[in-house]
């Protein structure tokens, strides 16, 4: 098993559409949890921490369950621009030297008109 | 966004030819990392600095060193390529010990498509 489980995809959703994506972790001692966006063959860049009450940026609502070991994306009213393929992270611990963040390989979103 | 830059942006090698990576920061922060992106996989850490000269290997270091001699240069070096190298390379920094808020966020470089034939 994985250690951080991402469904790939693609979502394929129209503009306007509320999306969620869930990404499961197995380490129970996971730390602090991120996403991640990547533009097709572009870098990762921060979308947002997730915070264990929950946060929101804009359209963008992070929510962590530690009982469940999952986190979730909740986008709402997509916009084309939207499309990007999300990258869950979380952070294990320090373990031989450094905070072990593991990647998920990530769910591609696809917004159209 | 963060100055990081890497070279080369693409490359197409030989089996069993030496390869270097290079990337290069200007936000003078202390942490830098190579990573290896593969489809189907997250990414996954190579090797990291925390400091000039200061190095240490991640989960996938086989076959990779690196080097540090300046604060703003990070070196990855493939001795002998092999096609299971054939991957994306992705530098990235972060002020402090990435894995955190704040200064302990990563920030990516551009991205180097290796291919080994």
């Known amino acids: 098993r994985k250690e951080v489980e991402q469904d790939p995809g693609p979502f394929n959703v129209p503009e306007g559409a509320t999306v969620a994506f869930n990404c499961t972790y197995s380490n129970s001692a996971s730390q602090s949890f991120f996403w991640y966006r990547q533009d097709c063959r572009k870098e990762p860049k921060l979308l947002m921490s997730?915070?264990?009450s929950g946060n929101e940026d804009g359209r963008f609502t992070a929510q962590l369950n530690r009982a469940s070991q999952y986190i979730s994306l909740l986008i709402r009213d997509s916009k084309l621009s939207d499309s990007a393929t999300y990258l869950c992270?979380?952070?294990?611990?320090?373990?031989?030297?450094?905070?072990?963040?593991?990647f998920g390989a990530g769910t591609r979103l696809a917004v159209h008109p | 966004d963060a100055g990081i830059t890497q070279s080369p942006r693409h490359k197409v090698t030989e089996t069993g030819t030496p390869v270097t990576l290079r990337c290069h920061q200007t936000?003078?922060?202390?942490?830098m990392y190579w990573y290896r992106q593969d489809p189907g996989h997250g990414l996954r850490l190579i090797h990291y600095?925390?400091?000039?000269?200061?190095?240490d290997k991640g989960e996938v270091s086989d076959g990779y060193s690196v080097s540090r001699s300046k604060t703003e240069d990070f070196l990855l070096t493939l001795e002998s390529a092999t096609s299971s190298q054939t991957s994306v390379y992705f530098c990235?920094?972060?002020?402090?010990?990435?894995?955190?808020?704040?200064?302990?966020?990563?920030?990516f470089g551009a991205g180097s498509r290796l291919t080994v034939l």
């Open positions: 990235a920094i972060s002020e402090g010990r990435a894995g955190g808020t704040g200064a302990n966020v990563l920030t």
């Open positions: 936000e003078n922060h202390r942490y």
């Open positions: 997730v915070y264990s």
């Open positions: 600095s925390y400091g000039v000269k200061d190095t």
């Open positions: 992270v979380v952070n294990i611990g320090f373990s031989g030297g450094y905070n072990k963040l593991i």
